[in-house]
């Protein structure tokens, strides 16, 4: 996991089919604060180009992505 | 309302006035016998979840800006002003009404409340007053078609991740494959077939393993098939997603294109692609085909428990793929029981037009609405629930908790995969 990064909230999305992590981030990032982040862990590879596309059209910021032999860990600094 | 948004508004309702939707919207004669066969009302009686009802909501503001009875005297037509209560109800009749279509059936003018629940779902989305989760996923498809040579390496790794599994279910070693051969050919230029699956795993290793079982020459596409832009009843994000698909096949010159278990991706490729040198096929089809081809063997000693299939209503009764599913189950060895007497009257699940998708917004007016389909299951006593779209798929699965019923849902292409010998 990430030393550097502070994370505000984490969210555990492991077994949901794509779309839904990106369903339930764009919901959850609306808990935190603008500029504070979130560690969204997925296990579905489908998340490996949901998560780019969703930060772009929403206007967030993907800080950095870390893949383990099962997780797809995300950390999403909300900037909108 | 500002009089230039209400402006917007009414050219939109425009663009939509076909020959057909005018029909539609001239046409109801209020004989009432479309009110029982909405699975909305026939599981909450109340008027405002009759077809007829739910149409009328839009028919009055066409009367109004459309028709000269409506615009001189708008009270004798029943006519009514666009305005923000209008917009509420716009929305309540769009989101309460799944696009299933059974309503059409049984109106003897073929009237078809769908499409005109897509000018209240267009003069949302106009107004800015549409599902904001829906568009957000329709942007996020967008994007992904838009970005696609940068998502090119993370969509491969992502499916290298998916390969294990994949030769698993097809049961061969990776050693065992023929030079040049891959768990998930994709861009391959010259393939026979391209499969559009979902983003998901479960969308892409079981149909994998079948094509390669067969001996298919097929290539995955780059994109999704669902159409989020036809949930949230955008036409040009509709368009764009569908678009980039159909480009896809051309450059690739497959021969066929075939849609993973996603109804709206099937109804949206088979009706609106337009003419295109290649065919368009469910996976479903695709199956039974191998099936009968002898392409494919499958354990018929697997299934040893009562199942039911439901048909997805954009798949069956709006895109026509009624028999193969009932063949596939038969050749898997099912002990099957029928859902409706004619598959044409099935029951929607409660989850289409996105509803689904809207998640636990929607979820206390889907399970409601959904008490005459899980009525309809549990009379069956099937204890595995087939079906052929994630939506419906996902809705079954929640209606299946919410009623305790004791039934499992599956994917049946997946059951295919599972089932597969060599
Ligand atoms: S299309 Fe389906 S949900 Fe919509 S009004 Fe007709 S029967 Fe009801
Ligand atoms: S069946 Fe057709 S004509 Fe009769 S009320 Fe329903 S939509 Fe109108």
């Known amino acids: 996991m990430s030393d550097e990064i502070n994370v505000d909230k984490v969210m555990d999305l492991k077994g949901m089919p794509c779309p839904m992590p990106i369903v339930k981030v764009s919901k959850g990032i609306k808990d935190v604060e603008v500029g504070q982040v979130i560690q969204a ?3 579905d590879p489908g998340s490996l180009t949901d998560f780019p596309a969703w930060a772009r059209t929403s206007g967030n910021e993907i800080l950095k992505t870390e893949q383990t032999e099962e997780e797809f860990v995300f950390y999403i600094k909300r900037t909108a | 309302m500002e009089e230039k948004l209400r402006e917007e508004l009414i050219k939109l309702f425009e663009s939509k006035l076909s020959k057909p939707m005018q029909m539609y919207l001239e046409t109801c004669s209020r004989c ?15 008027a405002k979840y009759t077809p007829a009802y739910r149409a009328e909501v839009v028919r009055r503001i066409f009367k109004k800006y459309f028709k000269l009875q409506g615009k001189i005297a708008p009270a004798l037509g029943a006519a009514k002003v666009l305005d923000e209560n209008t917009l509420d109800e716009l929305y309540e009749a769009a989101y309460s009404c799944t696009g299933c279509r059974r309503c059409m059936v049984y109106c003897p003018f073929g009237i078809d409340t769908q499409q005109i629940m897509s000018i209240a779902k267009l003069l949302l989305i106009g107004a800015n007053a549409e599902p904001e989760l829906l568009t957000m996923l329709a ?30 279910k097809w049961k061969m070693e990776a050693g065992e494959m023929e030079a040049g051969e891959t768990p998930i050919p994709i861009d391959v230029e010259g393939a026979d077939l391209l499969y559009v699956a979902l983003a998901g795993a479960h969308s892409i290793i079981p149909a994998a393993a079948v094509f390669n079982a067969a001996g298919e020459k097929w290539t995955l596409s780059f994109f999704e098939a669902v159409n989020f832009g036809a949930f949230v009843g955008d036409p040009t994000k509709t368009k764009l997603i569908l678009d980039r698909i159909v480009n896809e096949a051309n450059r690739l010159k497959v021969k066929e294109v075939c849609i993973c278990e996603c109804g709206t991706a099937f109804r949206v490729m088979k009706q609106m692609s337009g003419s295109q040198p290649f065919e368009v096929s469910s996976i479903t089809d695709v199956h039974a085909k191998y099936i009968r081809e002898g392409k494919i063997k499958l354990d018929k000693s697997k299934l040893n428990l009562p199942v039911t299939y439901h048909d997805p209503c954009q798949i069956a009764r709006n895109g026509g793929v009624i028999d193969a599913p009932r063949y596939v189950l038969q050749q898997l060895g099912a002990d099957y029981r029928e859902l409706s007497a004619d598959p044409k ?11 689904v998708a809207m998640g636990d917004e929607t979820h206390d007016f889907r399970m409601k609405s959904a008490k005459v389909k899980a009525d309809q299951v549990q009379q069956t ?25 004791d039934v499992e849902v599956k994917y049946l292409s997946s059951m295919v995969a599972d089932a597969l010998i060599q």
């Open chain 1, 41 to 43: 862990i997925s296990t």
């Open chain 2, 32 to 46: 009432g016998i479309c009110t029982p066969a909405c699975h909305a009302y026939a599981s909450m009686p109340q």
């Open chain 2, 139 to 168: 942007d996020v498809s967008v994007s992904k078609g838009e970005g696609i040579e940068d998502m090119k390496e993370s969509f491969m790794q992502g499916l290298k991740r998916l390969e294990d599994q994949v030769l698993e």
């Open chain 2, 345 to 355: 009257y099935n029951w929607c699940c409660g989850g289409g037009g996105g509803l």
């Open chain 2, 381 to 405: 006593e099937a204890k595995i629930l087939a079906t052929a779209c994630e939506n419906c798929h996902a809705q079954l699965s929640d209606i299946s908790k919410h009623y305790n019923m």
